[in-house]
């Protein structure tokens, strides 16, 4: 079976704290993508990151960066110095050997000023 | 162009109506979904085209009706729905991931808000 959990349902923080996202994953499949999408109030969801099963470089992009890590089965999302624009409902998944996307339920992040 | 494209953007239909929601990708995708997402939960699979053939459907019932008349265009048709089908409705797409291509993922058009009375 395949599964992503994301624990942290709700996060606030104040602008410029660093936060990080946790996502769980499961599957027996040795292939798979993982992702990451934002999703803002207006509810389109924006693709973020891309990472196949056998790439396990963290990758960074400007103030985002994620840690990919097999032994932990984890993909976890952090934003440095985060901003009011940051505040979105952002959902990790994963697609492995099937059609399927298969999300989380979901972190909703609020920045505060 | 690399973009998914859904009309209309919000929608109100009456129990009784027939509608349909469009979707429209010109990135040459050879796969496309629809998923309903409600209030604060996650988007939730509905169908799958694979090469203009249907191939998941995950027990949909069947006032709604998907359709892909050619490999650019999905339609979902909608016909004596209840109110509790009011949801946002995503479509995507994805090119197929045995082809090796390194960009491979999946593109989100920005949803049909649907509400039904």
């Known amino acids: 079976a395949q599964k992503v959990t994301q624990a942290q349902t709700e996060i606030s923080v104040v602008e410029k704290e660093d936060v990080t996202l946790d996502c769980v994953y499961e599957?027996?499949?040795?292939?798979?993508?993982l992702f990451w999408y934002k999703q803002p109030p207006s509810g389109e969801l924006v693709f973020l990151i891309r990472?196949?099963?056998?790439?396990?470089q963290n990758e960074i992009s400007g103030r985002y960066s994620w840690n990919f890590q097999k032994s932990t089965s984890s993909f976890n999302f952090t934003i440095t110095a985060s901003q009011v624009v940051d505040s979105a409902v952002y959902f990790c998944?994963?697609?492995?050997?099937?059609?399927?996307?298969?999300f989380g339920t979901g972190t909703r992040l609020q920045v505060f000023p | 162009d690399t973009e998914v494209t859904q009309t209309p953007k919000h929608l109100v239909m009456g129990m009784t109506n027939k509608k349909s929601l469009k979707c429209e990708q010109h990135?040459?995708?050879?796969?496309m979904y629809w998923y309903k997402q409600k209030a604060k939960k996650p988007p939730e699979l509905m169908f799958v085209?694979?090469?203009?053939?249907?191939?998941i459907n995950e027990s949909v019932p069947s006032r709604f009706s998907p359709e892909c008349p050619n490999s650019s265009l999905l339609n979902l048709h909608l016909h004596a729905l209840q109110p509790e089908d009011s949801a946002l409705y995503l479509c995507?797409?994805?090119?197929?991931?045995?082809?090796?291509?390194?960009?491979?993922?999946?593109?989100f058009g920005s949803g049909t808000r649907l509400t039904v009375v």
């Open positions: 995507a797409s994805s090119q197929d991931p045995n082809t090796g291509k390194l960009d491979y993922g999946y593109t």
């Open positions: 599957t027996r499949d040795t292939t798979y993508y």
């Open positions: 990472r196949n099963s056998f790439d396990e």
């Open positions: 998944a994963l697609s492995a050997n099937t059609d399927k996307l298969i």
């Open positions: 990135m040459g995708h050879r796969a």
């Open positions: 085209y694979s090469y203009e053939k249907l191939s």
